[in-house]
């Protein structure tokens, strides 16, 4: 018999959905990648604002996560959150808006907003169920509203990021991207608990494997950029959805900052190791 703590660590979807600020609610699965002979866990994780009429997915999940999303949504309809009205997604990858078409079948009241360029080329029958919204524009929850606020980081010129105006959430996207460490029990936590996790190290890992414009660009620029975008909105706490959530802005944005500016001076290392299958010997060296 596992203990409960092992169990836990082992099954990390038990964890949530998880309210991260006042009506917001983590929900998703860790994504497992190999790199540099360690293994990193990712999240690709989707968040519900709860507002009092009306509640908004943003992002999706990856599309093998549909069945725990689901599940995680059931679980927090069934403590009386309200119906998901609207579905925003920072920009079409497939970690990010993978299970858009089964969002947008299983709750056929929902509304897709954000940048909705090309989606209706891979679901035209839920073209007129597909909003533009651009900076400044607001989604209506009753008491609080999502606000499409400026991309800092961003991995498709389509990227927009989300705020929650009543708890003060950003919603980053791909902006404060970081794996962390399954065996240490990391998976559910928030940034500031996962006290082992080397956060300048995974930051720098993922930007290396996943945003490689930063290696031609001037981070000092972009962090400083996000320190005014921080700053004027009043973050209180960023919901990435690759890294672990962040409740305390203060200290915990310049260890990903660091992470940022150091994997800039460092060339590509390539891409991830692919899995060897089960009974092959892993190649040597
Ligand atoms: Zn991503
Ligand atoms: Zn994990």
Known sequence: MLDTATALAMQPAKRMPREIAPGVFWIGDCLVQRHKGKIYHGYNAAFLVAGESASCLVETGHPKDFPVIERHLNVLFSHGVPPIKYLFVTHQETPHCGGLGRVLKAFP????????????????????????????????????????????IRDLRTTWWAFDTRERVLF?????????????????????????LDLPDVSSTFADLALFWTKFADMNVYCDRLDQLIARL?????????GLPITDVEATV??????????????????NEKVVPTGTAAPAG
Do not use: N
Not at 128 to 147: A, T, Y
Not at 176 to 194: I, K
Not at 234 to 242: D, F, M, R
Not at 254 to 271: F, H, I, W, Y
């Open 234 to 242: 009043g973050v209180k706490t960023i919901a990435p959805t690759h």
């Open 172 to 196: 980053p996207g791909d902006g404060f991207a970081y794996s962390h460490y399954h065996e240490d029990g990391h998976c559910g936590l928030v940034a500031e608990e996962a006290v082992s």
């Open 109 to 152: 009241e929902a509304i897709l907003c954000g940048d909705v360029c090309d989606y209706h080329l891979a679901f035209l029958q839920f073209e007129h169920r597909m909003r533009w919204m651009k900076e400044g524009d607001e989604i209506d929850l009753g008491g609080r509203s999502v606000q499409v606020v400026e991309p800092v």
């Open 254 to 271: 310049p260890k990903v900052q660091q992470g940022l500016k150091e994997a800039a001076l460092r060339p590509e290392s390539g891409t």
